[in-house]
């Protein structure tokens, strides 16, 4: 994979550090990879936010 042209689609954040929230990937083969991170995000969020409903409750 290293010295192969490829395309990148997602998003460029900047911060602290910049990063690439990256989307998909075409390898110039024409391999794709996809990638969920907006769905892993969201998953996350909600998995936490359901914890943090059950701590209050607890309470």
């Known amino acids: ?3 192969t042209q490829v395309s990148v ?3 460029f ?3 602290v550090a910049p990063w ?4 998909q990937f075409v390898t110039e083969s024409g391999t794709v ?3 969920f ?3 892993g995000s969201f998953i996350l969020a ?3 936010l359901i914890f943090g409903l059950l701590l209050l409750v607890a309470v």
């Open 1 to 3: 994979m290293l010295g």
């Open 9 to 11: 689609t997602g998003w």
């Open 13 to 15: 954040r900047r911060g």
């Open 20 to 23: 690439v929230d990256l989307t």
């Open 33 to 35: 990879v996809n990638s």
């Open 37 to 39: 991170h907006r769905l």
């Open 46 to 48: 909600g998995l936490a």
